[in-house]
Nanobody, 124 residues
Framework: QVQLVESGGGLVQAGGSLRLSCAAS????????MGWFRQAPGEEREFVGA????????NYADSVKGRFTISRDNAKNTVYLQMNSLKPEDTAVYYC?????????????????WGQGTQVTVSS
């Protein structure tokens, strides 16, 4: 079983940056594809990006492509989401997720381990 804990959220002005971290425990994440999702109030949880176990492959939602970057440090059992050029529409609770295997899936039901989320608020 993998436990995931996100951190790094907060309040930032539009155009600013934040880096989220997702620390895993219970099992190494080196064999897992790791994903980031977000959920705004009243909205469905949506895919942000994913990274393969070896970091050789990444996939991003069109809405964040070129602004967000996912990376991972398997030795530290941690995944990161660097968010630049933030916009008010990026405001949401951000969740880290893990799934076994190499496919960079984009739907929530493909991930079977989830963190509790961290709030990101971007002011205009």
């Amino acid at each position: 079983q993998v436990q995931l804990v996100e951190s790094g959220g907060g309040l930032v002005q539009a155009g600013g940056s934040l880096r989220l971290s997702c620390a895993a425990s219970g099992r190494t994440i080196s064999i897992y594809t790791m994903g980031w999702f977000r959920q705004a109030p009243g909205e469905e949880r949506e895919f942000v990006g994913a990274i393969s176990w070896s970091s050789s492959n990444t996939n991003y939602a069109d809405s964040v492509k070129g602004r967000f970057t996912i990376s991972r440090d398997n030795a530290k059992n941690t995944v990161y989401l660097q968010m630049n050029s933030l916009k008010p529409e990026d405001t949401a609770v951000y969740y880290c997720a893990a799934r076994p295997g190499s496919a960079l899936e984009v739907t929530t039901y493909d991930y079977n381990h989830w963190g509790q989320g961290t709030q990101v608020t971007v002011s205009s």
